[in-house]
Nanobody, 114 residues
């Protein structure tokens, strides 16, 4: 059974940086896509960044130039480097992986104070 476990979320000041990590377990094959979504209070879950096995990346317009998604398939890890954080980045960040079906982590909270 595939499990995704996020870590790294915490309180950070605006302008600061944070790195989220996600460890995947239970899969014998590489995921087609891995990445991150987020959900702010009272809002719908939205795509943050995705990276395919082939290396194609997709970013939300709101994070382009500030966030970088990377993956280490040998270790079944995906990361999100977040720089120049803004209060509007405050949300619970969910790890995402897809191979035939979609998998989700439990989420890690990120709070950016102004």
């Amino acid at each position: 059974q595939v499990q995704l476990v996020e870590s790294g979320g915490r309180l950070v000041q605006a302008g600061g940086s944070l790195r989220l990590s996600c460890a995947a377990s239970g899969s014998n094959f590489a995921f087609n896509a891995m990445g991150w979504y987020r959900q702010a209070p009272g809002k719908q879950r939205e795509l943050v960044a995705i990276k395919t096995y082939g290396g194609t990346t997709t970013y939300a317009d709101s994070v382009k130039g500030r966030f970088t998604v990377s993956r280490d398939d040998a270790r079944d890890m995906v990361y999100l480097q977040m720089n120049s954080l803004k209060p509007e980045d405050t949300a619970t960040y969910y790890c995402y992986a897809q191979r035939i079906i979609e998998y989700w982590g439990q989420g890690t909270p990120v709070t950016v104070s102004s």
